[in-house]
């Protein structure tokens, strides 16, 4: 188990921590192959094809000023595997959040993505997602299985943190989702996740 980033970070209210004991929260299981919770993670797992935004039954509809961090350890991966946090998610579809804003990275490249998911403007076959900022940043080490991602919204702008490190900061000045719910995604991998944790920040 992994240490939660340093309470330095931190300056708010603890609003929700899921250990993943158990599954209190309502994570997505419907299919035991590919979503199981085993030894206090929860492990999603999917084919070089599959892609999944998921998100829990416990709901923060109204969050805007937060920390949310999460500790993901990669199993494995295919081509150019991704993992990223979900959050300000509003305007709920059938079967998930149809807008929200993710941040991805792509260890193996060392590259990270800020962008603007809305599945009412796409297909339903392809990620219908508008860029927002991508970089570079070293301190992504390919060679470690595990990462923390943290990400502190103020407003509109938006600290981006991997292991405990601000790797950048970005201005959504169109702030085109201001409020919503956490969640997380995964691209062609299966990865274990450690821990979920957010804090509320003063608006």
């Given at each position: ?27 997505p299981d419907w299919d035991p192959n ?131 490190q601000l790797i950048d900061s970005v ?33």
């Amino acid at each position: 188990m992994l240490t939660p980033m340093p309470t330095s970070l931190v300056h708010g209210e603890l609003l929700f921590e899921d250990n993943f004991d158990d599954n209190r929260n309502g994570w997505p299981d419907w299919d035991p192959n590919k979503f199981w919770i085993a030894d206090g993670y929860y492990h999603i797992s999917l084919g070089e094809r599959e892609s999944r935004s998921i998100f829990s039954t416990i709901e923060f509809p109204d969050l805007r000023n937060f920390v949310y961090e999460v500790a993901f350890q990669e199993i494995e991966g295919y081509g150019s595997y991704a993992y990223c946090l979900n959050f300000r998610a509003n305007l709920p579809g059938e079967h998930y959040w149809q807008r929200f804003y993710s941040f991805e990275i792509v260890s193996i490249e060392q590259v990270y993505n800020l962008e603007r998911v809305d599945w009412t403007k796409g297909d339903g076959n392809h990620w219908p997602a508008s860029l927002v900022w991508r970089g570079y940043a070293p301190l992504i080490d390919k060679h470690v299985e595990t990462h923390r991602l943290a990400v502190v919204a103020q407003e509109t702008q938006f600290d981006l943190f991997v292991d405990g490190q601000l790797i950048d900061s970005v201005v959504d000045e169109e702030d085109l989702f201001p409020r919503g719910t956490i969640g997380l995604g995964v691209n062609h991998a299966h990865v274990a996740v450690d821990y979920v944790r957010v804090w509320t920040l003063p608006e």
